[in-house]
């Protein structure tokens, strides 16, 4: 391949229905086309219903499954009939009916066999969806492309649902497909979020994961950018739905950029930056309603990072407080039974703090965990805890920070290092804050 690799990202919003899939042609059409890879995701919100059509399938609800699957076929219907006519739209239509013809399939498999391994089997459709369609609209408009099948080329292992990559096949998989395409003049548009592996059974990467397959498409290729277009300018310095006054990073490093969206930073999917970090490959993220503007550029360079701080809030957690029934230390004994018992239970942790008779940690308040927390541990531990509370990540704090986000709050729990300040908040009623026995 002799110019240089370009990776564009488009992610469900921006394909959300046939206008969104029309502007993106426009930016590809804009662009130039000379070894373009387009890694696109489901269209919408495809794989949360996809989600519950599975839920469904799983509870062997047959009528919930199939009226769901009706309302997605609808949903992307609707999108081939506002972007084609006559015998295009009769190609797509045929494509789209073998997915769903698929999708009701589906429903006949054993609902006992390994959940993990079930789920990637089905919600790989939403991709597959969108990537058909859009390299039909981009056939239409007069732009050279190829479909790529990204189970083909990235391959994972077995680990259902949060797949990792086997990098020397990928890049060896991911290679030859591209010579090939490449070599016939080409944009390439593959699926986000998706693989297989050795049994070439299709496995995927993590919700959100199309950020990631950019990642690893750019590295595989020694690509010389990746563009991630969003609904927003670029990386803010926080969520625009908790503050008003929300400023543009301009640049920042990829070590920031992991810092912040391991805080919770919902731009990019954490394990994006790591593949172009170790080849050098800066990442711009820009906006797809305003193409023409700068964006923000990841790469190596730090000097900028602590320009601005950055806030990141995430709502619904709740505090546990662990303490060992017969009032020994917490030391490192009980403690790894107390990691043990909670990795078993999948539980991710946010922030935790320990002092000599009670370990605390903080995580996303999700159905049912409570009494499962309770359950692994309650032998052997006290457990209390603490709902409705909010944990704030300050990114290159000072005190003027600091206050605006803790006035008029109740400081549960407080961890401070040089450049990072979080919070356990709660609002100022000492009623709501005080630990609940389980
Ligand atoms: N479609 C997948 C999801 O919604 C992957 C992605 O959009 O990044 O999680």
């Known amino acids: 391949m002799n110019s240089a690799i370009h990776v564009f990202k488009f992610g469900g919003a921006s394909v959300k229905d046939a206008k969104a899939v029309l502007n993106v042609v426009d930016i590809i059409q804009k662009h130039d086309q000379t070894n373009l890879i387009v890694v696109v995701s489901a269209m ?5 219903k996809l989600e519950a059509i599975f839920n469904s399938f799983i509870k062997k609800d047959k009528e919930t499954y199939f009226k769901y699957t009706k309302e997605l076929k609808i949903f992307h219907v609707d999108i081939i009939q506002g972007l084609f006519k006559g015998d295009a739209l009769n190609e797509i239509n045929e494509v789209i009916n073998t997915v769903f013809n ?4 589906f429903y ?3 609902e006992n066999e390994n959940r993990s391994y079930l789920y990637d089997q089905l919600i790989p459709y939403g991709e597959m969806l969108s990537t058909k369609i859009i390299q039909h609209c981009l056939k239409q408009s007069g732009v050279r492309s190829s479909w790529l099948d990204a189970q083909k080329c990235i391959k994972t292992d077995s680990h259902h649902q949060n797949a990792n990559v086997d990098w020397k096949r990928t890049e060896k998989e991911i ?3 591209l010579n090939q395409i490449f070599t016939n003049k080409r944009v390439v548009v593959s699926q986000g979020f998706i693989g297989s592996n050795n049994n070439g059974d299709s496995t995927t990467l993590g919700r959100e994961g199309s950020d990631y397959s950019a990642g690893i498409f750019a590295y595989a290729s020694n690509a010389k950018e ?13 969520d625009p739905k908790y503050f008003e006054d929300t400023i543009k990073l301009e640049q920042i490093s990829f070590k920031e950029a992991i810092e912040l969206s391991y805080y919770g930073a919902s731009v990019i999917h954490p394990k994006t930056i790591k593949p172009l970090q170790n080849k050098n490959i800066p990442l711009y993220v820009k906006s797809f309603v305003h193409p023409e503007k700068k964006g923000t550029i990841i790469q190596k360079r730090t000097e900028n990072d602590d320009a601005i701080p950055s806030f990141i ?3 619904n957690q709740v505090l546990f407080s662990i303490m060992p029934k017969d009032f020994s230390f917490l030391i490192e004994e009980n403690l790894s039974d107390i990691f043990l018992k909670l990795s078993q239970i999948q539980v991710q942790i946010n922030i935790m703090q320990n002092s000599a008779l009670s370990f605390s940690f903080l995580m996303d308040d999700k159905s049912e965990i409570v009494s499962r927390i309770k359950e692994a541990l309650e032998n052997s531990y006290m457990v209390k805890y603490n709902t409705n509370l909010e ?3 300050i990114r290159h704090y000072d005190q003027q920070t600091i206050d605006f986000v803790t006035k008029d709050k109740e400081i549960l729990l407080e961890q401070k290092t040089r450049s990072t300040a979080r919070f356990v908040l709660g609002q100022k009623d000492v009623t709501t804050n005080t ?4």
Do not use: Q
Not at 102 to 105: G, H, K, L, Q, W
Not at 435 to 438: L, N
């Open 435 to 438: 630990f609940k026995e389980v």
């Open 313 to 315: 809030f995430k709502k």
């Open 175 to 177: 290679n030859k497909c």
């Open 44 to 48: 919408g919100k495809t794989t949360n």
């Open 391 to 393: 944990l704030v990540t």
């Open 108 to 110: 006949e498999k054993n």
């Open 226 to 238: 990746v563009i991630i277009w969003k609904d927003v300018p670029g990386m803010l310095n926080a």
């Open 102 to 105: 698929d999708i009701t399939s």
